[in-house]
């Protein structure tokens, strides 16, 4: 067992919760896991989520812990009162909000990631009519890192992209300094950056050191992306409940949809469907996905035309609040069905990349695959068909990957 400096990543994902522990040369020594005890909405189920984990890592570890990281999904946000004290449940990152545009028109520019009507910017606006002004806005990452130092006033700089933090100016749109919500937004930190030790009572109930520092996270698909270590010309895509992709540029990209992060003094952008492999349990059990997958010759076409949205509205590669889900027609081959949503998919990750591409990013010559879907080969060969390049999957679990951002606070 080693006696140097230990650091945990917890990552709030859309199917539960994850932890790693990891010592200063990288090794991950702890994976844990566990789905959210609630309603994925419920911020009390987040809470008492990475309370039971962190409480399950074995004390030895625990106790040389000295900095933790938090990723959550992003965009998920929370109305909570000054103490913390969530005032219902959060709205997560796939609601559409289509009734804030003219809203959202007054106050931001359009190409910006907050003018989208599926954006955090539209949530906060809901929430402050459901609440009223005095309120705290939070995002499900720096709200359990608010939890961790008992003091929520800290937001980090990629999770509030979409409620409308500028990389470039470091700073909110000029015309939130007049709305009577101002104070409702976070102070902004970035990635990586120290935002104070661990609350004493918080350190006893969870049998950590008192000296734990807390540092500002990133997002969840951001937090994969470290995980997998991409090199020069890799490009990531992240295939969980949603399709995430995203590539390292030299400048940063701008449009409806597209998230521009900086991660590591490098600009990390890209985009999230709506879509993804949680629509496929719509349709099929993890067991049935394995066989089913199993009867697919994925180097043939299903010739079939699938849009497999969960529901109406996209966010990317398309943003379109109306956009329609096609999930028929559906055959009598539940094989051949399910070869066609997974199509869908790769078509969806293919108009992504493309996307990327006519905003200025490089062409991928290789994809790394993360998350539960990377695991599928036959999904990953009808990708690589579509794709046109080669396709490798990484199994670090992202919470490794945010745990390396409390590792560099650490050396810094």
Not at 92 to 112: D, F, I, R
Not at 351 to 372: D, F, H, K, M
Request: hydrophobic share 35%; charged share 20%.
């Amino acid at each position: 067992m080693t006696d140097s400096p230990l650091v945990l990543g917890i990552d709030l994902g859309t199917s539960g919760i994850r932890t790693a522990v990891v010592a200063s040369n990288g090794e991950l020594l702890d994976s844990r896991s566990q789905a959210y005890g609630g309603a994925f909405c419920n911020p009390e189920s987040w809470r008492e989520g990475c309370g039971d984990l962190i409480r399950t890592i074995p004390f030895q570890l625990r106790s040389q812990l000295r900095a933790v990281a938090v990723d959550g999904t992003s965009g998920t946000l929370l109305a909570c009162d000054r103490d913390g004290c969530p005032l219902g449940d959060a709205l997560p990152y796939s609601q559409s909000c289509p009734e804030m545009q003219s809203a959202l028109q007054a106050l931001v520019n359009p190409s910006t990631p907050a003018a989208s009507c599926s954006g955090s910017l539209a949530r906060a606006l809901r929430l402050l009519n459901c609440h009223g002004e005095v309120i705290l806005l939070r995002h499900q990452a720096d709200w359990i890192s608010g939890w961790l130092l008992n003091n929520w006033r800290w937001g980090e700089e990629g999770n509030n992209l979409r409620l409308g933090w500028d990389l470039i100016t470091n700073s909110w749109p000029d015309r939130f300094a007049e709305q009577p919500w101002r104070q409702a937004l976070p102070e902004i930190r970035p990635s990586g950056s120290v935002l104070g030790r661990i609350a004493p009572e918080q350190a006893k109930a969870l049998g950590m050191a008192d000296d734990l520092i807390i540092v500002a996270g990133t997002t969840d698909s951001n937090a994969a992306v470290l995980a997998a270590d991409p090199g020069p010309g890799d490009g990531i895509t992240v295939l969980g409940t949603t399709l995430v992709v995203k590539c390292f540029t030299e400048k940063p990209l701008q449009g409806p949809g597209i998230t521009s992060h900086r991660v590591g003094g490098r600009w990390l952008c890209g985009g999230a469907s709506n879509a993804g492999a949680g629509v496929l349990r719509n349709f099929y059990s993890d067991d049935q996905l394995r066989e089913l997958s199993r009867q697919i010759d994925p180097d043939t076409d299903s010739r079939l035309k699938l849009r497999p949205l969960p529901a109406p509205g996209e966010r990317f590669p398309v943003d379109d609040p109306e956009l329609l889900p096609m999930l028929e027609p559906r055959p009598v081959s539940d094989a051949l069905y399910l070869h066609g949503l997974l199509e869908g998919l790769a078509e969806i990750e293919a108009q992504g990349w493309q996307r990327l591409n006519e905003l200025g990013a490089s062409t991928p010559r290789r994809i790394i695959s993360i998350g539960g879907g990377a695991r599928n080969p036959q999904w990953r060969r009808l990708r690589e068909r579509r794709l046109g390049c080669a396709v490798t999957s990484c199994q670090t679990p992202p919470a490794a990957g945010v745990a390396r951002l409390a590792q560099q606070a650490l050396v810094e």
